[in-house]
């Protein structure tokens, strides 16, 4: 997938740079020992529902791992950068089908901008636009095996254990309200069990 210059511009939406920053965080951190390894995390518990660190978040910057999504072939890692969701669904909806060969983690960063609207004496007045994000087990039924939702912020972010050989969908959608079309930018990053 390419992601499409703005107006111009050489370089990559700052919403898929951030994406691919968050999705390419390292989640895994390494110390000598553990008293080391408790001056930063919790551990499992330490892990939010959306399965990130309730301290940390995504983890530690690695623009290496946040490079290879961007260079990677293969469907489990990747990246998209789209003008907006347009579709007349009650909820919109954006798909990536994901189905790993191995177990393994899975990493996704959903992120957009504020709507930025000039106001009447000129100032500037924001708007949020929302969107929500979740992974479900394609089949016979669909079942939902995480999400991250919320009103509140430019991002959603979800890191989870996949097993192989099931069928996985990425799924993000916007609520009716927000019914025109606003860009946003995905980059997902899939790690091998060892």
Known sequence: VVAPPRAGARTLPVELVKALLLAGASA????????????????????????????????????????????????????????????????KTGRYALSPLHDGRLTVSLVWLLQLHATKSGELEAHLVNYDLCIVETGEQDTVIAESVGADDTTENLRIDLQAGHHYELRLMSPAADSHSWPYALAWRYQRSE
């Open 28 to 91: 895994d951190f390494t110390f000598r020992n553990k008293k080391d390894i408790l001056k930063y995390t919790f551990g499992r518990a330490g892990t939010a529902a959306n399965g990130l660190d309730k301290r940390y978040g995504m983890g530690m910057l690695n623009v290496a791992a946040s490079e290879q999504i961007l260079t990677s072939e293969d469907s489990m890692t990747g990246f998209d950068y789209v003008s907006g969701i347009d579709d007349t669904a009650t909820r």
